[in-house]
């Protein structure tokens, strides 16, 4: 198993530290920011992690497969990456940059908040650079040690900016982007990493063309989990968006579950032999599975705690119980498709994924052209909630058909899994206690 027990050990740590620090951070900024100021800076982050996650078109997405799956060296391989992130980074801050100037877009943007932004977007290539560099490596263990560093660093800086009265948009924009560019430095500080400065054109043409396919399904996903934001900004603005992005960002934290075990799974299957067939798909079905159980007891507990959105966040934010309980029941569909992916990309077969992924985030946009005028924010969840739900049924049905993977073993926890959870439990307890 290599390090994946380490590392999905570590990513379901580092989801727990998550949704606690999220939750209270949450809190503390809604109530410094109001639905206005939340759904302004909310927008801004928005557009700069669609450039990041995206703008690389598909590059850094085919990295971990071309370290394992090709005779290429994982020096040539990083110090090309880099210099590609670089010179993206300078490309698009310079292209939002001249929006502002023209008076095109960010208009209700200053200068100031952009050239933060910019910061933003260079730590958030590096960090993707990095993070795709150790699922090569079959090490997100290491990766997930800092972000947690990160997480409670957050936590603190956070609490006392908003205890000491100081915890505005500006202040908030610049410890988050802060805090990711020290992330980074100690990242890649530890990872010891070799790099030579040369720009290898075949080798980031080879990934593009690879990674092209992982791409345009990565954006119809993106799309997917963000569309209805986008319309909501645009048709009802930056308050309704405010109120909405609360319940969404709630909601969102039972999917860094799923988001964490991915990258594990795709490093593990990525150091299996492509032949050793029957092995690749038992890993992806187990863990399909019980990140489907633990996104599901974290939703229901999400969910029951939902009419305690106004009170923690304020009557302003009375709406985003009701957001916050509707996501939550497709969310528990929607981690089949954030794991699932992994296996066919493992394998060289990144386009089954972008195919699922464009025709969900079709019926998202239909339902939410349908819904928005009519029910507002509300329509925008529903929709959302259908389109999660098609997503992992649909997966579940393609995963049996098409690679002849039992409904059981990709739903029914048997006897002999329950005791393997029940063991790991008492050796991880026995462990804490012996140190």
């Known amino acids: 198993m ?11 740590f580092l989801n ?7 939750f209270v951070t949450g809190i503390l900024v809604a109530r410094s920011l109001g639905p206005e100021g939340k759904g302004f800076i909310a927008y801004l982050i928005m557009i700069n992690e669609l450039v990041v996650n995206y703008g690389h078109f598909g590059v850094l997405n085919a990295m971990s497969y071309f370290m394992k799956r090709t005779k290429n060296s994982e020096k040539a391989i990083f110090s090309s990456n880099l210099l590609f992130v670089l010179m993206l980074s300078v490309v698009y801050s310079l292209v939002i ?5 023209f008076d095109i877009y960010f208009q209700e943007y200053s200068f100031l908040y952009l050239i933060i932004g910019f910061a933003f977007i260079l730590f958030s290539f590096f960090y993707l650079l990095l993070y795709q560099l150790n699922v090569g490596r079959d090490e997100v263990y ?8 990160e997480r409670v660093c957050y936590l603190a800086i956070i609490s006392v900016l908003f205890f000491l009265g100081h915890l505005s948009i500006l202040s908030y924009f610049l410890t988050v982007t802060i805090l990711k560019g020290l992330k980074v430095l100690l990242i890649f500080i530890n990872s010891k990493t070799d790099f030579k400065p040369k720009f290898d054109k075949k080798l980031l043409v080879g990934e593009f063309k690879y990674g092209n396919i992982i791409f345009l399904a990565a954006f119809f996903h993106y799309l997917n989990y963000r569309v209805d ?3 909501i900004n645009h048709m009802l603005g930056k308050a309704e968006l405010g109120i909405y992005s609360i319940g969404v960002q709630l909601a969102e934290l039972a999917l860094l579950i799923p988001a964490s075990v991915a990258a594990p799974l795709l490093g593990n299957l990525l150091n299996k032999s492509i032949e050793n067939q029957k092995e690749i798909k038992k890993t992806t079905a187990l863990t399909v599975k019980f990140t489907l159980y633990v996104t599901a007891i974290v939703a229901a507990i999400g969910v029951l705690m939902s009419p305690l959105v106004p009170i923690l966040y304020g009557e302003d934010f009375s709406r985003s119980g009701l957001i916050l309980a509707v996501l939550l029941a497709g ?5 089949i498709g954030k794991v699932a992916p992994s296996y066919y990309v ?3 077969k990144p386009k089954t994924p972008l195919i699922l992924a464009f025709c969900v985030f079709s019926v998202n946009l239909s339902a939410n052209m ?5 029910y507002g924010i509300l329509g925008a969840a529903i929709a959302s909630t259908i389109s999660y739900t098609f997503f992992g049924v649909v997966y579940i049905f393609i995963l049996r058909k098409k690679e002849s993977i039992d409904f059981r073993e990709l739903l029914v926890i048997n006897k002999e899994e329950l005791k393997m959870i029940i063991g790991s439990v008492k050796i991880r307890r026995k462990n804490e206690k012996s140190n």
């Open 2 to 12: 290599g390090n994946y027990k380490k590392n999905i050990g570590t990513s379901f």
């Open 16 to 22: 727990g530290l998550s949704l606690a620090v999220s």
């Open 97 to 101: 940059l001249s929006l502002k100037n």
């Open 142 to 149: 290491k990766i997930n040690k800092y972000h947690s560093v």
């Open 229 to 231: 934001q986008f319309m």
């Open 331 to 335: 969310i528990i569909f929607a981690s």
């Open 346 to 348: 493992s394998i060289g």
């Open 370 to 374: 349908l819904l928005i005028p009519r």
